[in-house]
């Protein structure tokens, strides 16, 4: 599947850095998103579990 969207937004740098690294929040403003938690934190990395809903397959 290809496909590509452009939009112009009015945050900057640091907002949206801080919206996409807020992950357990996910839910609260991306469809489908049913869970996300924060495993571990280890260095700079995440170990998360996400729980997504898919439409049904065609």
Known sequence: ???SETATL???C???FEL???IERY???LPGW???RVLAR???RLHVEQVVQAG???
């Open 20 to 22: 996409v690294a807020d």
């Open 27 to 29: 839910p609260d403003f």
């Open 14 to 16: 640091r907002q949206l």
């Open 1 to 3: 599947m290809d496909g």
């Open 42 to 44: 280890e260095g700079g």
């Open 56 to 58: 049904p397959a065609t």
């Open 34 to 36: 049913r869970s996300a």
């Open 10 to 12: 009015s945050f900057d």
